[in-house]
């Protein structure tokens, strides 16, 4: 609900959607589990994309996090108890609740462009500090292909992109001891 949207953010980022962004777009332009993109821009004319956590996000990941601890019992009745399962169970519900924290993830898409500030290929948006918090992320906008577009690219070109995906997960993993599941 976009009313709902927006009032989060506007809880989030202490002021109105209309003092935060010259321009906001009430339909998402992206949605996954636990929140959706919206395209705004920016006082100084920059367009930016807004990740925003589903109302309710929170309150429901707590609620499934708690079933967890009855999968773990019954995984630890099957015999599973020589993998740690109760160790392995703590471990699950500690990377979801990460995936609540837009600080967090904010501090790790910084390392990561650290990471591959060298790289003339890898371009990871910029955080907008001053317009995120912890349900709330923003960043440079970055228009990009769409799958078929990028299909239908010069056979050198998709050669070049598949070596910066290379470089950018192998990099990570190797350099920054980091993996990006995004």
Do not use: C
Not at 34 to 56: F, N, S, Y
Not at 169 to 178: C, D, F
Request: charged share 35%; glycine share 4%.
């Amino acid at each position: 609900d976009p009313v709902e949207i927006r009032a989060l953010v506007e809880k989030e980022l202490g002021a109105p959607i209309s003092d935060l962004f010259t321009d906001w777009n009430d339909k998402p332009v992206a949605s996954a589990s636990i929140g959706q993109v919206h395209k705004a821009t920016l006082e100084d004319g920059r367009v930016v994309a807004v990740k925003v956590q589903h109302p309710g996000i929170v309150e429901a990941m707590d609620a499934d996090l708690r079933n967890a601890n009855v999968i773990e019992m019954i995984l630890s009745l099957m015999g599973t108890a020589k993998f740690d399962s109760k160790r392995l169970t703590e471990e699950v519900k500690e990377r979801f609740r990460e995936e609540l924290d837009y600080n967090l993830e904010a501090k790790r898409q910084k390392i990561f462009q650290d990471i591959h500030k060298d790289d003339e290929w890898i371009r990871i948006p910029k955080v907008i500090d001053e317009r995120s918090s912890k349900r709330v992320f923003t960043t440079e906008w970055i228009a990009g292909l769409s799958f078929e577009e990028a299909r239908a690219a010069d056979p050198a070109l998709r050669k070049q992109w598949a070596e910066t995906l290379w470089r950018f997960v192998y990099r990570a993993n190797l350099i920054g001891g980091l993996f990006n599941a995004d």
